[in-house]
């Protein structure tokens, strides 16, 4: 039976009434589109749906926006937060007149991405291993307008409640700063959330491992599995999309942002990656740490393109407030098996299986699709050249003399300093066309609206330090 067809015996047998065609746009967000049951036979999830491609950021203009969306049959789920019986399912966009993939869809691009690397004989399967951070809180308000600007966050783990007045009285019991990682309730507050996430994620597929409180108060992540490039980037949409609903329902409110809170750790996304071929894991070998030369080629790739990288890695103003040299950040560009400051580290494994490398400066604004194809590219450039990334870093990096630290690169201190990088180094990434030159240069275009955005607002902060000056 074809997936299409599995696909009707499914709306059949669960009396689906709508199909949801989700689709992700450039920055990153899911988008979708709601087809009644009546549309949907073999001929439609064959030929694919018509919409209207202007209204995406980035995309089509006015003139030219007529483009089809063609579902990935076998990438299919039941959507429990709907009310109505709803089956989604993943889509890649097309150009209708050529029938080709869209280059600015980045489901597409993270195809190519694939093609590139089989087409080099490197590897036949990517792996990735996100672990998005996020934050929920009880209410969040915020404003910015020309005359004035604001943001107030409030949940009830928040240390700043400890002399609150709640009108059911206060428990006392919630973290300090820094103090979340990771005692048992009451104290962690968000247990039930958690489960309940995991649970609907399950539900729908998505392989998890665990959930567990973060280090900041209210910041907690869920452990989801290890898979291939396309699977695992579908699968963190879906956590996404999940984590926002389950807070929904229970009355709160979830954010990716990674620096939502002044004076306290941020969220991040460590992504584990690793190559294999002919069922062999590319990157065990007899050099540091038991990797292979690949592997520490790889490494190298990554470490070179890493300020261009993190236009895609670290896609908003907001990634910069967390990533700031001298705090528990991964800013500094060097590998280390013993040492989390260094941005990609090597963690232990007993088996070759396992041998990996752990790339800790992405967060969870990313578009992931472009994001893990970026860092494919980068590491699949520096196994083609051979780019090596000198010797391992195993002091503590933040313990280091002055004069040692000015030799150590470090990640961007700003989206305009990405976007800049990203211009002067795009070549690894547009080699085959897996990322075209046009694509790059729509999607930076998104980026300096959010950057001018945001240098030419006043902040709050500044009327504290300048206002009387």
């Known amino acids: 039976m074809t997936n299409s067809k599995k696909i009707i015996e499914n709306i059949k047998q669960k009396d689906i009434q709508f199909v949801d065609l989700r689709f992700t746009d450039p920055r990153g967000k899911m988008q979708h589109v709601s087809q009644h049951v009546s549309t949907i036979d073999d001929e439609s999830l064959t030929e694919g749906f018509m919409f209207d491609g202007s209204s995406i950021a980035g995309w089509k203009a006015i003139n030219e926006s007529d483009m089809k969306l063609m579902p990935d049959c076998s990438k299919s789920y039941f959507d429990p937060f709907y009310s109505?019986?709803?089956?989604?399912?993943?889509?890649?966009?097309l150009d209708p007149l050529s029938g080709k993939a869209y280059e600015r869809d980045p489901r597409s691009t993270a195809k190519q991405a694939l093609k590139y690397m089989e087409k080099l004989g490197i590897g036949d399967t990517a792996y990735f291993g996100p672990e998005p951070e996020f934050f929920v809180f009880d209410d969040v308000k915020f404003e910015s307008e020309m005359n004035s600007s604001f943001y107030s966050i409030d949940h009830s783990e928040g240390p700043y409640n400890s002399g609150r007045e709640f009108e059911e009285g206060n428990m006392g019991h919630r973290p300090g700063i820094k103090g979340g990682y990771f005692p048992v309730p009451p104290v962690d507050s968000g247990q039930d959330l958690r489960s309940e996430m995991v649970l609907s994620l399950s539900e729908m597929g998505v392989p998890m491992e665990k959930h567990h409180h973060e280090v900041a108060p209210s910041q907690h992540e869920l452990g989801l599995k290890f898979g291939t490039l396309i699977d695992t980037a579908d699968n963190v949409q879906l956590y996404k999309y999940t984590v926002h609903n389950v807070a929904n329902s229970f009355?709160?409110?979830?954010?990716?942002?990674?620096?939502?809170?002044a004076g306290d750790n941020g969220s991040g996304m460590h992504v584990h990656q690793s190559l294999w071929k002919n069922n062999s894991p590319v990157f065990a070998g007899d050099k540091y740490s038991g990797l292979s030369d690949t592997c520490l080629f790889y490494i190298g790739g990554i470490i070179k393109h890493a300020k261009a990288i993190n236009c895609f890695t670290n896609p908003s103003t907001?990634?910069?407030?967390?990533l700031i040299p001298g705090f528990e950040a991964p800013v500094l560009l060097a590998y280390s098996a013993r040492n989390?400051?260094?941005?990609?580290?090597?963690p232990y494994v007993g088996s070759p299986n396992g041998k990996r490398v752990e790339v800790r400066f992405p967060d969870a604004t990313a578009n992931p699709y472009l994001a893990f194809?970026?860092?494919?590219?980068?590491?699949?450039?520096?196994?083609?050249?051979?780019i090596h990334p000198g010797d391992a870093m195993d002091k503590d990096l933040y313990e280091l003399p002055e004069n040692e630290l000015e030799n150590i690169p470090t990640v961007c201190g700003s989206l305009r300093e990405a976007i800049e990088s990203l211009k002067d180094d795009m070549a690894f990434l547009i080699k085959d066309n897996v990322f075209t030159k046009d694509q790059i240069n729509a999607y930076i275009d998104l980026k300096i609206e959010?950057?001018?955005?945001?240098e030419h607002s006043p902040h709050p902060v500044e009327f504290k330090m300048y206002y009387s000056s």
């Open 373 to 386: 194809s970026a860092m494919l590219m980068a590491g699949l450039d520096g196994i083609e050249n051979k």
């Open 450 to 454: 959010e950057v001018i955005n945001f």
């Open 340 to 346: 989390r400051s260094a941005s990609c580290r090597i």
């Open 318 to 322: 907001n990634s910069y407030k967390r």
């Open 84 to 93: 109505q019986p709803t089956l989604a399912i993943f889509c890649d966009v």
């Open 251 to 261: 009355g709160q409110t979830a954010t990716f942002m990674p620096k939502p809170v």
